[in-house]
């Protein structure tokens, strides 16, 4: 099976299963949980930040971060098209009774600080909510956000009085394809969600990293939203385990990706959008998008050709240099 749908469909590895397995473990809830706590650490010192905090969703871990920035009535400004905002439901508004400032992007996937300052409430108004937090996502639908841009927007929060969150489901892509450490991508932000589940194939978790003040109060949030989990050393452990087998190997998903949007651009039938990191987004045909999911299906290539727009292709952990030779050959041939 070759499944293309997302970086999220990894199973674990013999060798990740084995040290779930062999990890000791605890009740996280009572805190004394030692591969937790490890985890925590780990990835909070390799992030450069005070304290970290393991999630079982990355959706979790946004929603508790921007919980722990912004009260009822604040508000937080976000990329229209960001997770944060597009892809958990709602929850900060729901759940969180945060108002969203949704804001449109720029092709670079940026938002552009005059729309960012023009959305800025007026403080003290009680016409308005409170303008509470800025929050961005890297990468961002497989595009790194250039460091200029974030140093520029992370100043310009501050001098706003905003704090700042990122979303870094995929922050280790962005710190490997730009060839600097973790902790440089982390450094301008006040609390980064950081998922394993994704790329780094482990099956379950995210880690949300911050001051030790901040993941005290998101520590509460998680409780409430039922994310305090007992042995959860057995997931934790997946994610150590990741982390110190996965991350620079995420080289090989972005050549991979690479390679494929190569080989796809000479196949007549599909036009190949763009290119980011591990992930693509090419055109089909439209006529034969049906015919060519379902074709690709019996071969074992699991993707949806979407009918008139972008369809995304994503590489990640289970899909080899091999893989990509036998897509690229399915493809061409199915729309020969
Ligand atoms: C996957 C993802 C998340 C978190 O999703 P979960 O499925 O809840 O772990 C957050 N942001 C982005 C950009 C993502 O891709």
New binding site residues.
């Given amino acids: 099976m070759i499944d293309l749908r997302s970086d999220?469909v990894t199973r674990p590895t013999p060798a990740m299963l084995q040290a779930m397995i062999s990890a000791p473990l605890g009740d996280d809830v009572m805190g004394d949980d030692p591969t937790v706590i490890r985890l925590q650490a780990a990835v909070a010192e390799r992030a450069g930040k005070e304290a970290g905090l393991f999630f079982p969703?990355?959706?979790q871990s946004?929603l508790a971060g921007l919980m722990a920035h912004c009260a009822r009535g604040d508000e937080y400004l976000v990329g229209q098209l960001a997770?944060?905002y597009k892809y958990e439901g709602g929850g900060a508004a729901v759940l969180g009774s945060i108002q969203p400032q949704p804001i449109e992007h720029a092709p670079d996937g940026s938002l552009p600080l005059e729309k960012l300052a023009a959305a800025v409430k007026p403080q003290g108004d009680p016409h308005f909510a409170r303008t509470r937090l800025l929050a961005l996502?890297n990468t961002f639908h497989g595009k790194l956000i250039p460091a200029a841009y974030i140093q520029a927007a992370t100043d310009w929060a501050r001098q706003q009085g905003l704090a700042t969150h990122l979303?870094g489901?995929?922050v280790f892509n962005a710190a490997v394809a730009s060839g600097k450490p973790l902790a440089d991508m982390c450094q301008p932000f006040d609390s980064v969600s950081i998922?394993f589940?994704?790329g780094l194939g482990a099956p379950v978790g995210?880690v949300l990293v911050g001051s030790q003040e901040l993941i005290g109060r998101a520590h509460r949030w998680r409780k409430m939203l039922g994310g305090g989990l007992r042995q959860a050393g057995v997931l934790a452990a997946a994610c150590l385990y990741a982390l110190d087998h996965h991350v620079e190997r995420l080289a090989e998903d972005h050549e991979n990706a690479r390679a494929l949007a190569e080989g796809l651009r000479g196949i007549a039938g599909v036009k190949v959008l763009s290119q980011d990191t591990n992930m693509l987004f090419v055109e089909f045909e439209p006529a034969r998008c049906d015919s060519l999911t379902a074709a690709l299906g019996e071969e074992g290539i699991l993707m949806r050709a979407v009918y008139g727009g972008p369809t995304r292709l994503v590489t990640h952990l289970d899909i080899s240099a091999d893989d990509v030779q036998r897509i690229v050959q399915a493809v061409a041939r199915h729309l020969a």
């Fill in positions: 999220t969703s990355g959706t946004n997770h944060t996502e979303d489901a995929r998922c589940s994704k995210s």
